[in-house]
């Protein structure tokens, strides 16, 4: 059963995106425009002050690279981490991923972590992974961190809201030399040496307006900053259109165009694995807590699927047994051969007493890139040739630490 708060999320969804009718919606509308522009000049009234350094940034003298974008949700944004963080470990960077861990819970008790002297490090951030052993399940580290964890060997993942403080961890006691700020673009209180900025062709700017009216974070013009810039879900279709309208804005900036590819579909509970032909002809149900549940469900059409089932819930959303329980009760009764969930929202689904009816998949994504190879590979070579870090005395330290 879904909570007040989510049912409003969910209303609110509808208004920002137009799909909500009627007087109350409109008047909504109407509140979150005036919002918007106050939200608008807070932004760049702080984009200001970090830019003209009357507002410090923290610099680790060590390589930070941010993946982040300028809207809310949807863009793909884990799986290009994913593939970024892989390729530099083999590249041989060690690399800690920080992220925040949104809607994660908080640890019962402090986490034991003993570095490889056998020492018991204070303050720590949320260890999702030291590269070596994942320690902390979907619900305190976030499902996006447990999945990079999950997927992801010889890389840390660790969980703060501070980043500044687990990027500290990540120097002293991983031995790390390389940070990945995921969804990073607005975290300004740590230098980033790159930007890397995603763009999702099906829906570049958002709605077009500033949160909360919108899903912009950021005006358009903010693209300027990105070292680079990776369109994502584009369907391995021309993006002439759209790389125009970002050069307005960024001229100099290399651009990628790329696809969030399906790959096989696995089984969330056995871990059996079938070719995406499986799903050619078979009535399928999709159950999904994403930001943009229309573009998986499309993904699953154009793989010969009959959708004939799509259970929505909010973003992140933790599922309770009892509403699984009632889906699962659905599809069994409308006789689908099968249900398919993201890879993300797997995470979050507990294995129930008995297996249930219909089998249930995640559908494995990877990002393949079909256009600006080249540009992907100089800004691999690029982290890669930077140096090592430098000595703590150099660091410059915020002043909230």
């Not at 009632?326 to 129930?352: G, H, N, Q, S, W």
Request: proline letters at 5%.
């Amino acid at each position: 059963m879904k909570s007040r708060s989510e049912e409003f999320e969910e209303w609110g969804t509808e208004v920002i995106f137009g799909r909500a009718k009627g007087f109350r919606a409109a008047m909504m509308r109407m509140i979150l425009r005036g919002a918007s522009w106050l939200f608008r000049l807070v932004v760049l009234a702080r984009l200001y002050l970090f830019h003209s350094s009357i507002a410090r940034q923290a610099r680790l003298g060590m390589l930070v690279v941010s993946v982040g974008n300028i809207t809310v949700g949807g863009t793909g944004k884990t799986p290009v981490v994913e593939l970024l963080a892989r390729t530099l470990t083999r590249r041989g960077r060690k690399v800690a991923i920080l992220t925040r861990g949104y809607k994660s819970a908080e640890l019962d008790k402090p986490q034991e972590w003993r570095d490889k002297d056998g020492r018991l490090p204070e303050n720590l951030p949320k260890i999702a992974s030291d590269g070596k052993t994942r320690y902390l399940g979907p619900l305190h580290s976030g499902d996006e961190p447990f999945m990079l964890a999950k997927n992801l060997d010889g890389v840390a993942v660790l969980v703060d809201k501070n980043r500044i403080k687990s990027g500290i961890f990540a120097i002293e006691h991983l031995g790390c030399d390389t940070l990945l700020l995921d969804d990073g673009m607005q975290y300004l209180k740590l230098a980033h040496e790159l930007d890397i900025v995603l763009v999702d062709c099906g829906a570049p700017f958002g709605t077009g307006a500033m949160l909360p009216r919108g899903t912009l974070r950021e005006p358009r013009s903010s693209l300027a900053r990105a070292s680079y810039i990776i369109l994502t879900k584009c369907g391995g279709k021309p993006q002439d259109e759209l790389i125009s309208a970002i050069r307005k804005y960024n001229p100099v900036a290399d651009i990628i165009v790329s696809d969030h590819g399906p790959r096989y579909l696995e089984n969330v509970f056995t871990g059996e694995r079938l070719p995406l032909e499986t799903l050619r002809g078979k009535w399928v149900a999709c159950l999904s807590g994403i930001a943009r549940p229309e573009s998986f469900e499309n993904s699953l059409r154009s793989l010969g699927a009959h959708v004939e089932i799509c259970r929505r819930f909010p973003d992140h959303h933790w599922f309770e047994q009892t509403e699984l329980q009632e889906f699962y009760d659905r599809c069994a009764d409308r006789a689908m051969d099968m249900i398919v969930t993201t890879e993300k929202d797997a995470v979050r689904l507990e294995k129930p007493e008995e297996n249930p009816e219909v089998p249930i998949y995640f559908l494995r994504i990877e990002v393949e890139i079909y256009q600006g190879r080249e540009a992907w590979e100089r800004c691999v070579d690029r982290i890669c040739g930077i140096s090592k870090p430098r000595p703590r005395d150099e660091w410059m330290p915020s002043s909230s630490l």
